[in-house]
């Protein structure tokens, strides 16, 4: 007797939730997303303010996003994520759907639900696809894990309390507890 199996599902499925639900896609699996407790939003909200009046200081090009914002790491119809924070600096990956590729820095806010998602898959997946930074915030420990993909050096475990480096942007860092 085969084995049931396992549906995959895709970006359509995703489309189709009823409206207020939200879910990510991952190879094809669908993964629900809950929504965010006060602490996650105020971290997220002044990221955000921080790292936009960071790059309109600059007159940068890049532009921040913050969740809900889609982004289809592959060409496929089988991924589909809503990081916290997104920033992409090549405006034709953007479109009104969401941006189609890697985006440049990727900022994720753990919770306990989601933690073995975006220290496990999601950093597999962001890694793969091409994103040059990723930040896992986790409040509960008070700590940020900085994954610089295009220079491993520039990897590390920062506190709330330590001025942690950008990679992406060298004269720019960040002291989460500052934020808070």
């Not at 955000?48 to 592959?74: D, E, H, M, Q, W």
């Not at 590390?156 to 960040?174: K, N, Q, R, T």
């Amino acid at each position: 007797m085969p084995l049931p199996k396992e549906r995959i599902y895709t970006i359509d499925d995703i489309y189709a939730l009823p409206d207020g639900e939200r879910a990510e896609l991952i190879d094809g699996q669908i993964y629900m997303m809950a929504p965010p407790n006060t602490r996650h939003q105020v971290i997220v909200g002044e990221l955000y303010a921080t790292i936009r009046n960071y790059i309109k200081s600059k007159s940068g090009s890049c532009k921040p996003y913050v969740s809900p914002f889609a982004v289809f790491l592959n060409e496929d119809n089988k991924n589909y994520v809503e990081p916290d924070l997104t920033v992409v600096c090549s405006p034709d990956k953007v479109d009104e759907k969401g941006c189609h590729g890697a985006p440049d820095w990727v900022i994720e806010v753990v919770s306990p639900a989601t933690q073995s998602k975006d220290y496990g898959i999601k950093l597999f997946k962001y890694r793969m696809a091409g994103v040059r930074e990723y930040w896992i915030i986790n409040p509960l420990k008070g700590i940020v894990n900085v994954y610089d993909f295009e220079n491993e050096s520039g990897t590390g475990l920062y506190s709330f309390d330590d001025e942690i480096p950008v990679c992406i942007y060298p004269d720019l860092s960040i002291a989460i507890s500052e934020l808070l």
